[in-house]
């Protein structure tokens, strides 16, 4: 069993910030935990717009805080999102998130992501992957 808090983890190895400095990230579960998801809490910045593609994930976000327009930008279509409201990229689609106040999600990766991940380029996660241990009893 693990127990941790959002809180435990600031300023550690899994509270990443974005190169382009329109998010942070606190990964409160990663792929070293071999479960099969991941686990974030993520602020993207008002103000700010961030252009993702996430080909080699699925990803689950719930909105908990702030107000953006996520634009798919494969239709066009743009919704607007606000706590209490989920999206699912489950199409790989390419997407925008317009920042309109700082933005508080809850995401869910899988395949895991290992918490060195930022986007590349074109928005993408690349696809890490963790080392096998070397026994199945060894601490993760």
Known sequence: MIVRSFKDI????RHVRAASGTWESKRIVLAKERVGFS??????YAGTQTDMWYANH????????GDAELTDRETGT?????????????????????????????????????????HDENGVYPLLTEPEPESAHEEV
């Open 10 to 13: 600031e300023g550690t190895d």
């Open 39 to 44: 686990v974030h809490e993520t602020i993207l």
């Open 58 to 65: 699925i990803e689950a976000v719930v909105c908990v805080q």
């Open 78 to 118: 743009t919704y607007r999102i606000t706590p209490g409201t989920m999206y699912l990229l489950n199409g790989h689609e390419r997407h925008t998130l317009r920042v309109k106040e700082d933005f508080r999600c809850i995401c869910v990766f899988n395949p895991p992501v290992t918490g060195r991940e930022d």
